[in-house]
C-alpha cells in the first residue's frame, strides 16, 4: 500500500491511499503523478523503490529507527491506524479483492472534511 499524508504542522492535510501488489518504481510513479504535486517536498522511509520519487519532487529518504519515526513521518502511521479502526468499526469483513474502493471510502471520508463549506442556499 502506499500513502501519502500531507503535513500541516500540527494537523495532517490531504490524505492519499493506493492498494498495489508490490511496492515498485512504476507503482510508486504512478501513485506520485497522481497525487503529489511537481517539486513537492516528500519525506519517505529509506525503501529504494521510492527512490524515483527524485526525479519529480523534492524528496528526502531517511532510515528511521521505530522509536523516530513518529518525528519523520508523523501523519502516516496515523492515519494507517485510523484507517485499520475504520475497516473494524465499520465493515464485518475486508477482501484484498475491494481494498482499494475500502481505501477511496476512507480517503474520501478523511478529505471530505477540509473542503470548503459551502452554504445550502444559494450555493
Excluded at 500500500?1 to 495532517?12: D, P, Q, T, Y
Excluded at 524528496?59 to 513518529?70: C, G, K, Y
Aim: charge should be neutral; glycine fraction near 8%; include cysteine.
Amino acid at each position: 500500500m502506499l500513502i501519502a499524508v500531507e503535513s500541516k504542522g500540527k494537523r495532517a492535510g490531504f490524505i492519499a491511499m493506493q492498494a498495489v501488489d508490490s511496492v515498485f518504481h512504476e507503482a510508486v510513479n504512478d501513485f506520485v503523478a497522481r497525487h503529489l504535486n511537481a517539486q513537492q517536498e516528500v519525506h519517505t522511509d529509506g525503501l529504494a523503490a521510492l527512490n524515483i520519487i527524485d526525479n519529480t519532487q523534492q524528496h528526502e529518504a531517511r532510515v528511521t529507527p521505530s522509536e523516530l519515526v513518529d518525528e519523520w513521518l508523523p501523519w502516516v502511521h496515523i492515519a494507517i491506524g485510523n484507517l485499520k479502526a475504520f475497516l473494524l468499526g465499520t465493515f464485518h469483513g475486508v477482501s484484498g479483492k475491494y481494498l482499494h474502493e475500502y481505501l477511496s471510502e476512507f480517503c474520501y471520508r478523511f478529505n471530505r472534511k477540509k473542503w470548503k463549506k459551502k452554504s445550502l442556499i444559494g450555493g
